[in-house]
């Protein structure tokens, strides 16, 4: 799934129609997504933003939203800050995975984050992907040549 949710968001019965379809399914997490570590805690952060008026969380999205896009709509990070792994390694853990369940290629399934895990994947390593499917994802961050965003989205925003 994305980059906020494990893969118990994909509904059973997803999982099942596609089994019954004859596919062998595995599904996985993409690295650190929560399963690894516990808290037993609320974050203090999380407490303080539930107390907050709404026009001041508004204005804090308006503001971060202000910061990362620009006037397109596009991503605009010039420099971002440097990662302990990055969509390349993760694309590699689902090569690793096949490698270990000793599986030649497979049909490859990802939305949100996991899309662009998934579409690295494809790009990495193409004789291990028999088909892509990207769902509600976006090619990655730094994508000048594509449009943007439809001006009806960025409204919205």
Same mark, same amino acid.
């Given at each position: 799934m994305g980059l906020n949710s494990n893969s118990k968001?994909?509904?059973?019965?997803?999982?099942?129609?596609?089994?019954?379809?004859g596919f062998y399914?595995?599904?996985? %997490?993409?690295?650190?997504i929560g399963k690894s570590t516990w808290m037993t805690? $609320?974050?203090l952060l999380v407490s303080f933003v539930k107390v907050l008026p709404t026009f001041l969380i508004e204005a804090f999205v308006d503001g971060i939203f202000s910061f990362i896009f620009d006037e397109d709509g596009r991503f605009n990070m010039a420099n971002p800050a440097p990662v302990e792994y990055n969509l390349n390694d993760m694309a590699l853990d689902g090569r690793a995975l096949l490698d270990y369940? %000793?599986? $030649? *290629? *497979?049909?490859v399934v990802g939305a949100s984050m996991g899309g662009m895990i998934a579409?690295?994947?494809?790009?990495?390593?193409?004789?291990?992907?028999?088909?892509?499917? *990207?769902?509600?994802?976006?090619?990655?961050? %730094?994508?000048?040549?594509?449009s943007g965003p439809h001006q009806k989205f960025k409204d919205a925003m």
């Open positions: 968001v994909w509904p059973e019965s997803v999982i099942q129609g596609i089994v019954d379809e399914v595995i599904v996985y %997490d993409n690295r650190d805690e $609320e974050p369940l %000793d599986l $030649e *290629a *497979a049909h579409q690295v994947m494809t790009l990495n390593y193409p004789e291990r992907v028999l088909t892509l499917t *990207a769902i509600m994802s976006t090619p990655g961050f %730094d994508t000048h040549d594509l």
